[in-house]
């Protein structure tokens, strides 16, 4: 079975948003995800990096943190049943002033 991948970015975002942090969602991925291990993964701007990692790892339900830059043709891809990824604006917790 292939794994589900929801990534909330539109098009234009895909350009502006291309760095990504993400991790394992601990909670989903204790047997009430039906599709197996679950991933949540925030995308930003460059200027967001520094904040939206330091926002992830601070989470208690997240774990194995990693970042992806996706203009250098990485892709966030782990071995998950479900993958889903957040875009990061300025109204989110992580950058919002």
Request: hydrophobic share 35%; net charge neutral; aromatic share 8%.
């Amino acid at each position: 079975m292939s794994a589900i991948v929801q990534d909330d970015r539109t098009p234009e975002q895909l350009v502006s948003h291309p760095f990504i942090i993400g991790g394992r969602d601990v909670f989903l991925s204790n047997g009430i995800c039906p599709h197996g291990r679950s991933y949540a993964a925030w995308a930003c701007r460059l200027e967001d990096v520094d904040a939206v990692d330091r926002w992830v790892r601070d989470r208690d339900d997240i774990s194995r943190v990693r970042f992806v830059d996706e203009q250098k043709g990485e892709r966030y891809r782990p071995r998950a049943g479900h993958l889903h990824i957040y875009v990061v604006g300025p109204a989110h917790p992580a950058v919002a002033r």
